[in-house]
């Protein structure tokens, strides 16, 4: 068994908040964080499948493939967006780096041809990230 | 004559819009970044500073002075901003790259102690950035 | 179940030696880095922690609270530092990159709120790392 | 339990190619990747070993004897090649990030002292890697 | 005025042979790069063109015609291609870095509409790289 | 004329003091770098020649040439070492990233040949970096 990751990038806005709370709950949570007009990073993405490597190919997955797969079910969707206000499964779940690698994982698994997928990382930036391998691991 | 550069990071929203023009011809010259929702960047900013090291100290600038004023003047004023709704100059100009290499420039001109301003460079990504060095360059 | 990871860094003087060798023994082994004046390296230090988010805010772990605690156990203890002169688990243990990896684990164990510890990964240079799981790994 | 890596880079050409599909065949599947003049990357190589560290010099594996393993084994055979048409194992396996993987694997395999091998992960750009972990993983 | 800069990547084999020396003397100049089976790099380009940003759009250069014209000129040429072999201009000039950078400039000078070329930049690797910036610099 | 860059690193120690002041008046100054111990950084070192490219091997220098000359007059005599205790320019001269990137220039003026040394850049960390052109710039 062989793991294969792939990258991808896109670039969003978003904030964090509970309607529940005051605004000064969400400041003393959240911080900066909580400001509503949003601010925003350019996400990186970690996308790796495991499998045997086909024996004539040498793949363990169709490059081609993936990237399609990744391009439509993720960054086209996700990509130059507020996260908050146009993606539905932050409608109810903040976009935090964790939830985000728990969504694209949901986006992503099943979808991609031949390979099983193993694990979803996601970089807010490079110095923070969330790995997520789905609910069995 | 040397040069001492320092970096500094502010994560911020933005989108462009022109507001003479209609929602065609803004997509049209614009494409994604025209999603007055906004999208996001980790903007990362080097400043450089030019003068003789100090025969004691040999410090060009003192550094940690030198850091006050990027978080007073610039990183806190953009730092988890949305840079079209929140940051007083992009008001009236596009939050492009150059544009905010230019503002950079504004911001600190003048502003560092006893060296001088010698370029401002905002990298959006890490495949694209910018290069001032005001207006006498 | 989802891994989240912080980077800090911390810059240090270290060298290797073992007292009950000759400076030959010490030579041979340890090469450049047996020389008792000490060098230095810029050390990137990645914590990751394991839970689930919380449903509300969607964290792991408060990142506040975990920068906080990477600062006060480890960063302002080792940074700007003479390893083996001035921190107390060097006194006899070569500060190598496997044993710091293992002393950050031992600082920040337990320390964490809501969140376990999960890894600990200390890059020397960028082309050196060594990590940690706990010894139930 | 700790696991040390160690990077090391060689920069080679390939092609992929099947001798039994038609050239249309092999376009289609492989795209520009069967040029069969060939075309080139810069590799990362990462190799993980695991193991105690010596109590008296706080090492996993000798640094040094590594590194020669690694440039003995694949570094000084690699490097500088045409990978399809003078690195024995790609006579019969495509060169894929996969199949570098694990011929690294097969190379290093009980050649490092001391420590034993974990992993080989092999970059062939910063945006695809992939890892092996031999059978029993 | 103000430079802006582009990043492109292309992976491309070469190798440095002159006709008129013997296999010795290609061998004792040019190292490891005389095998003329080739070898390859991962290049990375980056393209800096100046001008004073539009009072309107805030850009100096419009982003997607200048990606178009790199993509056109140079990456749909270079990439995945033996330079040697295939790109008309390392026929008679040896496909080292210097010479790329300058090839890269007279593909691109006169075609990026709008701005003014400034420099071209190529990097074989991370630790060498080659700066051009015209005749009349 | 082109620009030719290549890149060394090197690991050492340094601290800043000034005899003729106080502990105190030290530890104002420098902060945490006043600490007579010493600490370390990872540097970076760009070193960049300028010249006309050979016609026939497409060089502007012999890099085996240069490498061999930054590695006798600069990195055996920094790397490992401690910049104030052991390396003879840094007895009366601050070991900061400006006086460093002047020292390396000294160092190297002259000696490379064929070309003209044309920018010394050293980075001590990754966001602080010195560029010293010689005393003609």
């Known amino acids: 068994m ?52 086909d024996a004539v190919t040498g793949f363990v997955v169709d490059l081609k493939e993936m990237k399609d797969v990744l391009e439509r079910e993720v960054v086209s ?11 539905p499964e ?3 779940r903040q976009p935090t780096v964790e939830n985000i690698a728990i969504s694209v994982w949901e986006r992503l698994e099943g979808k991609i041809p031949q390979a099983r997928l193993y694990r979803v990382r996601v970089y ?13 691991a």
């Open 2 to 53: 062989i793991l294969l990751t792939r990258r991808a990038e896109f670039s969003a806005a978003h904030f964090y908040w509970v309607e529940a709370w005051t605004a000064d709950e969400n400041q003393r949570v959240f911080g900066k964080c909580s400001n509503r007009n949003g601010h925003g990073h350019n996400y990186v993405l970690e996308v790796t499948v495991c499998g045997e490597p």
């Open 124 to 136: 807010e930036r490079e110095d923070l990230f969330a790995d997520y391998f789905g609910e069995q």
């Open 90 to 92: 932050f409608a109810g």
């Open 77 to 87: 969707v996700y990509d130059h967006r507020h996260l908050n206000l146009e993606v």
